[in-house]
Nanobody, 122 residues
């Protein structure tokens, strides 16, 4: 069992930066690949970024590439998402996710956090 808890959401203006943090816990959390998804009102949840359990491999959606950075701290059991040049279309609930392999964390994660709201005003 892996428990995920997000923090760091908020209201920012277009062009601002914001960092999200997901704290992971559970006996085997460090064996999981971690990622971020987001869901805007009326839209499906979409993949944003993922990082392998060792931290050596990352993958981003086209919309996140070049603006967002995902990083993992195994010592302190958290994964961060640093977002820059935010746009109103980046608004939504951001969810932390964990998957036993990289394909799962990007498509059908095994575990989800409760989410944190990010709102970008124009």
């Amino acid at each position: 069992q892996v428990h995920l808890e997000e923090s760091g959401g908020g209201l920012v203006q277009a062009g601002d930066s914001l960092s999200l943090r997901c704290i992971a816990s559970g006996r085997t959390w460090d064996q999981y690949n971690l990622g971020w998804f987001r869901q805007a009102p009326g839209k499906e949840r979409e993949f944003v970024a993922a990082i392998s359990w060792g931290g050596g491999t990352t993958y981003y959606s086209d919309s996140a590439k070049g603006r967002f950075i995902i990083s993992k701290d195994n010592t302190n059991a958290h994964v961060d998402l640093q977002m820059s040049s935010l746009m109103p279309e980046d608004s939504g609930i951001y969810y932390c996710a964990a998957g036993i392999n990289f394909a799962r964390v990007m498509n059908t994660p095994d575990y989800w956090g409760q989410g944190t709201q990010v709102t970008v005003s124009s």
